[in-house]
């Protein structure tokens, strides 16, 4: 049973645009988003988090929002570079589980030249 | 200075045989991980340990153990390695079992041939 569910797989941006990636969760208990940013041969480091008391939190060109109704939530990288190119990971944890992070099935995110 | 080292970063063996994978953290955390990131990069937990006592077993074969002997290291034993083991491994650790943001190494990628 995927618990978060990731789109789109792939997508491609000129530099300069917008990136959107999109991730829904099932589990209402969950009460952590957090988004990874995964490049080539590297492991995952988090990028940017935000928890269900806020609707949207804001860092540098990153952006989450949150819709806790529709148990979605999203990542706007404004501004998209290069070097933005990379493998983008939601995820999603509570307090109940150790904290072990269910992850989305990830997006490869090109932002061309 | 490496957060989360692992080693070895590659690893080729032949089915049947046993390996391990090291991890350390020198960030000072009680919870350390490891997650399985299959070819189509889904990251899946596999284990958890928070101040060398195993908390978290998800559904993985028995022919995996993990081996903490301490609170800044842990690792992954598997033994009778199947060509269905071929992944990327990842560590990971984060400050407390309670704590959110989960540090990540650079992986060990496993080959079964």
């Not at chain 2, 889904?42 to 978290?56: P, V």
């Not at chain 2, 993985?60 to 992944?87: C, M, Q, T, W, Y």
């Amino acid at each position: 049973q995927q618990q978060v569910k990731q789109s789109p797989q792939s997508l491609i941006v000129q530099k300069g645009g917008i990136s959107i990636i999109n991730c829904a969760y099932e589990n209402t208990a969950f009460d952590y988003f957090p988004w990874y940013q995964q490049f080539p041969g590297k492991g995952p480091a988090l990028l940017i988090a935000i928890r269900p008391d806020v609707s949207e939190k804001k860092e540098g060109r990153f952006t989450i929002s949150f819709n806790k109704s529709a148990k979605q939530f999203s990542l706007h990288i404004m501004d998209s570079q290069p070097g933005d190119s990379a493998t983008y990971f939601c995820a999603a944890s509570f307090s109940g589980s150790a904290r072990q992070l269910t992850f989305g099935s990830g997006t490869q995110l090109t932002v061309l030249p | 200075d490496t957060a989360v080292s692992q080693t070895p970063k590659y690893l080729v063996t032949q089915m049947g045989n046993d390996k391990s994978i090291k991890c350390e953290q020198n960030l000072g955390h009680d919870t350390m991980y490891w997650y399985k990131q299959d070819s189509k990069k889904f990251l899946k937990i596999m284990f958890s340990y928070n101040n060398k006592e195993l908390i978290i077993n998800e559904t993985v074969p028995n022919r995996f153990s993990p081996k903490s002997p301490d609170k800044a290291h842990l690792n992954l034993h598997i033994n009778s390695l199947e060509l269905g083991d071929s992944a990327v491994y990842f560590c990971a650790s984060s400050r407390t079992r309670g704590n959110t943001e989960a540090f990540f190494g650079q992986g060990t990628r496993l080959t079964v041939v």
